[in-house]
């Protein structure tokens, strides 16, 4: 079947925020606690973080990363996880019903930060805690010396300030599960408070307010406006989340489900304009899509383990296990990124070594990358500079999630520098191959760098420790470039990366 495609140099969407890849670690499971973070491993460096996981997130490039929750931060306390070890308390997690030995805090994690070439993304407690604490964790982390909480920082080992800019405030407070839940009318009116204050202490902090959990919920999405009524002018950006499943064991309308958080963003986008009308104000606060990924295969293994009441120390929960149909879902949930990337500035991968996660680890052993590691790879770091506007015309199919789905899920980013054009592209048709037509506008002398194919003959293929290379990119040389066009024969069911050189 064809597909023709138009890309033209000057019809772009948006400059992409390099902070689209962005990541997130939770105190949940083994994401901290033999994930990043095992004294005795034979990988571990001085500060007992896993040199192995550093390498496989280091070539990510994933320029932030979230921390220390998710639904975690809503009834921590920051203190307990910053000054000597031996002397930190060991907490209950109401959130995840496991202890915290708070060996990693706050000042650990901002030096992992810098061994992982990325930036921390801070989440204050607005649920069991409030203004006040998120001040004060400011000041300890920020402020130079000289004052209470600067200095409690020097004492404790950390005598630059981290200069965090970019923080949360809260996690998913919409949500009844959520320690210290709030109605949209409470949210807000803490979030304006708390921002005015830590605005008080720098104005150049971005910060990030709540917005629904998923486009599910009751309250959405009158919970974006009544929030953004009480905090509009304090705030930059609006948090959105999202996970996939595909319980009923349908592929095709497991794909398109990416048609529902492109009609999520969307949506979204409409609120953000009304508010701002409302306002007359002449910002516009930008979407932080903060939490995204498949999550759906350990779900009965993580009712079991929660389920036998014991409060155990960094169990195996949320350890999904991806197979290579996620590849497919991951590579359009980054293409919809992409393509919205005017409204979405941020986006963080949920999260990033073992829980729902790109890279695993055997306690004591291995790490490795799993099948979703690669479309996210590829989009780091061919995903920066323009996105284009393209016109695609091609065969559809109707789902139960939406009618005329395109067979052809694809997104292009011109490069900064403007010497190269990538093309993201997924074939979701299950049977059949796509012929691939671009005609390129504006892009004289275009060359082939490399194609990439990502394809499986069985959808539930997976990487395991034992066998870490099942599901694996493979360049291949399909792709022609002739008369100003780019034809490629798609393979059914593949993910494809194709550069060109313009």
Known sequence: MKTSVVAHRDFRISTIDARLYSSFLEHLGRAIYGGIYEPGHPTADEDGFRRDVLDLVRELDTPYCRYPGGNFVSAYNWEDGVGPRSERPVRLDLAWRTREANQIGVNEFVDWCKKANTKPMLAVNLGSRGLDAARNFLEYCNHPGGTYWSDLRRKHGWSNPHDVKLWCLGNEMDGPWQVGHKSAYEYGRLADETAKAMRGFDKSLELVVCGSSNSDMKTYPQWEAEVLEQCYDSADYISLHMYFA???????????????????????????????????????????????????????????????????????????????????QVGGILNTFIRRSDRVRIACIAQLVNVIAPIMTEDGGAAWRQTIYYPFYYASRYGRGSALQLVVDGPTYDSDEENEVPYLDVSAVHSEDGRTLTFFAVNRHPDTALDLDVRLEGFGGARLIEQVEMTHGDLEAVNTARRPETVVPAKVESAKIEDGRVRAPLKPLSYNVIRLSV
């Open 246 to 328: 595909n319980r009923e064991k349908n592929t095709l309308n497991y794909l398109a489900r990416a048609t529902k958080l492109d009609r999520y963003i969307t949506t979204i986008g409409g609120v953000i304009d009304y508010i701002k009308a409302k306002k007359r104000s002449k910002k516009t606060i930008g979407i932080s899509f903060d939490e995204w990924n498949v999550w759906y295969h350990s779900n009965q293994q993580d009712k079991e383990i929660l389920a036998r009441d014991e409060w155990p120390d960094a169990p195996h929960l949320l350890e999904d296990i991806y197979n290579f149909e996620d590849v497919l």
